[in-house]
């Protein structure tokens, strides 16, 4: 059959996103992938050089998701068909572009782990992330902020003459546009993606860009790459080289071998092909491929201990097989960021497709051989020049320009275009998609005026690049003006001038709340805790008073403020004040996992330990619980000296490691 590329409908059980958060992210950025300073001290000076290549302070400008919940429902999602005769791919454009399915027709086996439900938790470096496919990592060290945001998604010709579904869109944290085209060659058991980031920009620009493919852990599953050194990562700030298999006695190409969470980055020979691979005890599988731009492999497992299990059951549903997961990247690690010059890209091509190897050779003592069958093997099925071959092939049809329409993304990247004129063939960004977020910034473009909000209501997103800066401080300087300025100079690291510019803001705004938690949040972060707790208090006084309904904007940003406001009252010791705020939040608020959690907080604060212990015994999940976080086992501590309940058992690393 010829290759096609059709609209789909699939239905899971899922739990919705909910709102995003209206708070603007001024937090500093506390990804788990970081380094102590002593230990970059052995590292290569490139790899160094890399790690501390303008990394990011904040999230910003896009917004935090932690709105969603656990509770799950039959739910349609629009999804992109790609199938010939060997392969049938289903793509989520409104997720990220994640790849859903890879499945291979003549034996009906899935490559991918395929997770059942949609189920966000709080991995993506904005919050609301979920796990299974593939994955287009853009932006910075961690899940990208598209995870569950919608991609542009169009048909065009693919360079054989069939159709290629392309996806797209501008990537906010570093204001870059990227691409992503997907098709199958036919007749072909692998689906060929090729990936373009643009630099449009008269600087240059970090670039991060990770393939994250979830594969199915199964008996005896080994993962094989052509390495025999990795960089091992284990979520306690190092990074060092280990040896390739065995480390520490045991074979850490068998995921199911190691106890904690793990990451090894393996070092690939430069000449050598790009690859690798997951096969089972059968030594099937699937084999993921690549031209030499993205070097970089890496396996990460959640490994067989109690907290990774945990991890595992939180992302699914009882009963699903569990997975890890191997990558593909720009860069040596993930806590890398390669430059990217003004006016240049980086474009590469991927292949995913199934392998079929001597298990005996793969299930070996001799790595050296396994290694080897695998490569023959893939070789033989899928040429490192065809792969090349077909990446110049495909580069003549990057800037093809769109066909049918098969979803749309944001309008983010519509607004950049109008600002600055870029010209980027083959990703049209059009004016139709600006919309309602839009809408102010395109008035301060085009009239230099930042219009206030025409309804009470929480503020809407800030712009933070240098540009929008220069036009907010060029604006009349009215309170809604000041607010967003004062936003976007805390992003470049100007502190003292952003609090200048809320302290302003506050003398005349009719809304205080917004300019009192920016204000608040400053003060916690320049040592100045109890101050920020009086202003905390303040700002959720006004927000109770200037609220218009338990909408769902104005729930959350009752919760999201709640939150920091009772956390902060409590870390100078006002418990009653903390206990005032959450006896005012309205009961569907209170009853959700995050405030059962500061509940038993509160109550250890008050000296009641019996009842905070009995908080634990009633049973909560905290939704939007950060990957690595490690607030349930601290608590319990506090409480018991009984074993942690495998429900609140999150622990990434041994007991008793510190990070630091």
């Known amino acids: 059959m010829a290759t096609t590329v059709r609209r789909a409908v699939l239905t899971l059980p899922a739990a919705p996103l909910g709102p995003e958060n209206p708070l603007p992210a001024l937090h500093a950025l506390d990804e788990l992938h970081a380094l102590d300073e002593r230990a970059r001290e052995d590292l290569p000076r490139e790899m160094v050089r890399q790690i501390g290549y303008e990394p990011l302070r904040t999230v910003l400008p896009t917004r935090l998701r932690d709105g969603y919940g656990r509770e799950r429902a039959e739910t349609d999602l629009d999804t992109i068909v790609i199938e010939n005769d ?111 980031i643009r630099n449009p920009h008269e600087r240059h620009a970090p670039v991060y860009w990770w393939s994250n493919i979830a594969v199915e852990e199964n008996f005896r599953q080994r993962i094989l790459v052509p390495a025999d050194e990795a960089w091992h990562f284990g979520y306690e700030r190092t990074l060092r080289k280990v040896p390739v298999p065995e480390h520490e006695g045991t074979d850490r190409t068998y995921p199911e071998r190691s106890a904690y ?75 890398e960021h390669v430059r990217l010059e003004a006016g240049e890209d980086f474009s590469w091509l991927e292949a995913y497709g199934p392998l079929d190897a001597d298990p005996a050779l793969v299930h070996g003592d001799d790595w050296a051989a396994a290694r080897a069958e695998a490569a023959d093997r893939l070789e033989a099925a899928l040429p490192r020049a065809d792969v090349d071959a077909a990446y110049r092939a495909w580069l003549r049809c990057a800037d093809t320009e769109p066909g049918e329409v098969l979803a749309t993304g944001s309008g983010w990247g519509a607004l950049e275009v109008l600002r600055a004129g870029h010209k980027l063939p083959g990703t049209p960004f059009e004016e139709s998609t600006l919309g309602e977020e839009q809408a102010p910034w395109l008035e301060l473009l ?56 809320w302290e302003r803001g506050l003398r005349l705004a009719p809304s205080r709340w917004p300019l009192l938690r920016c204000l608040a949040l400053a003060d916690r972060a320049g040592g100045h805790p109890r101050r920020a707790a009086e202003r905390y208090e303040e700002a959720f006084d006004d927000l ?22 009772i956390e902060t009252l409590l870390a100078v010791g006002r418990t009653a004040a903390a206990r005032a705020v959450q006896d005012r939040l309205w009961p569907s608020l209170r009853g959700r996992g995050r405030f059962r959690l500061l509940e038993a907080r509160l109550l250890v604060a008050e000296g009641d330990r019996a009842a905070a212990r009995a908080v634990f015994d009633d049973g909560f999940d905290v939704a939007d619980l950060r990957e690595g976080a490690e607030i349930l086992g601290e608590l319990w501590s506090r409480l018991t000296d009984d074993p942690l309940p495998g429900r609140y058992d999150f622990r990434m690393r041994p007991p008793g490691r510190d990070r630091s």
């Open 86 to 196: 060997r392969l049938r791919v289903t793509v989520l454009p409104g997720l990220g572009g994640r790849v859903h399915s890879l499945r291979h027709k003549p034996t009906g086996r899935e490559l991918v782990h395929r997770n059942p439900v949609l189920q966000p938790a709080g991995f993506a470096l904005n919050g609301a992330w979920f796990s299974g496919g593939i994955e287009w990592n853009i932006g910075a060290t961690g899940h990208t902020t598209l995870s569950c945001a919608p991609l542009h998604a169009v048909v065009v010709p693919a360079p054989d003459g069939g159709e290629m579904l392309r996806l797209w869109e501008w990537e906010r944290l570093r204001d870059l546009p990227f691409q992503v085209d997907l098709w199958l060659p036919e007749g072909s058991e692998f689906l060929h993606v090729g990936v373009r």
């Open 261 to 335: 969470p793990a990451d090894y980055f393996y070092e690939v020979p430069r000449d050598a092909r790009k690859w690798i691979a997951a096969l089972d005890v059968y030594g099937r599988g699937l084999v993921q491929t690549s031209t030499d731009r993205l070097q970089g492999r890496k396996l990460f497992l959640w490994g067989s201990g109690r907290g990774g299990r945990r991890w595992q059951e939180w992302l699914t549903e009882p009963g699903t097989p569990g997975y890890a997961e191997i990558q593909a990247g720009l860069a040596r690690t993930q806590l």
């Open 446 to 501: 085009r009239t230099g005026v930042l219009p206030a909000p025409r309804r009470v209501t929480p503020p809407g997103p800030t712009l933070v690049a240098p540009h929008w800066r220069d036009m907010l401080e060029t604006a009349p300087a009215d309170p809604h003006t000041e607010y967003h300025l004062g936003v976007a100079q805390w992003h470049a690291g100007d502190f003292a001038q952003a609090v200048r510019s």
């Open 544 to 565: 109770c008073a200037e609220r218009r309904d338990d909408g769902e904007a104005w729930t959350a940003a009752t919760a999201a403020l709640a939150r920091e406001t």
